[in-house]
C-alpha cells in the first residue's frame, strides 16, 4: 500500500504542478504586495520622485491641527468672558445711572409738590401785578401790588 500511495503521489504531483506552482506563487506575490500596500499606507512611501504620504503623516498633521484649533478656542473663549465681563459691569453701571434718575425725578417730583401752595400764592402776585394800572405818564413810582411782592420774588 506504501508503494502505492508513492506511485499515486508522484502521479498527482506531475500532474498539479504546473497548476499549483503558480498558484502558489501567486499566492505569496500577493501577500508580499499587500504586505507593501499596507507599509506604503500606513509609513509613506518616499522614493524620488513618488512621494506618497502615510497615515501616520497625515496622523501628525491632524494632531497638529487640533492642537491649533483647540489654542484658537482657549483664545477665542478668552475673548468672550472679557466681553461678557465688559457688558456685565457696562449693565451694572447703566442700572446705578438708571436709578440715580429715577431717585433724582423723584426728588424733584417731591420739590415740586412741597412747592405748589407757594406757587399758587406767587401765581396770584403775579395776576395782581399784571393788573396794576399803570403809573401816570412822567410819574415814576412802582405799583403798590409790585411792592407788596417784593419779598415773595
Known amino acids: 500500500m506504501g508503494a502505492w500511495l508513492s506511485c499515486a503521489w508522484a502521479w498527482l504531483s506531475k500532474l498539479l504542478a504546473p497548476v499549483l506552482l503558480p498558484a502558489l506563487l501567486g499566492l505569496l506575490a500577493l501577500c508580499a504586495g499587500g504586505w507593501a500596500w499596507q507599509t506604503v499606507r500606513i509609513d509613506g512611501l518616499h522614493l ?34 472679557t466681553l461678557h465681563g465688559a457688558l456685565h459691569l457696562q449693565n451694572v453701571a447703566v ?19 412741597a412747592t405748589a401752595p407757594r406757587y399758587r400764592s406767587r401765581e396770584a402776585l403775579a395776576r395782581a401785578i399784571d393788573t396794576a394800572p399803570p403809573a401816570a405818564a412822567g410819574a415814576c413810582r412802582t405799583p403798590d401790588a409790585v411792592m407788596a411782592a417784593k419779598g415773595e420774588l
Open 95 to 113: 442700572q446705578r445711572l438708571k436709578a440715580d434718575g429715577d431717585a433724582r425725578r423723584a426728588a424733584g417730583k417731591d420739590a415740586l409738590a
Open 48 to 81: 524620488w520622485p513618488i512621494k506618497i504620504t502615510g497615515l501616520r503623516a497625515e496622523r501628525d498633521q491632524w494632531r497638529s491641527a487640533e492642537h491649533n484649533w483647540r489654542q484658537a478656542a482657549a483664545i477665542m473663549r478668552g475673548s468672550y468672558d
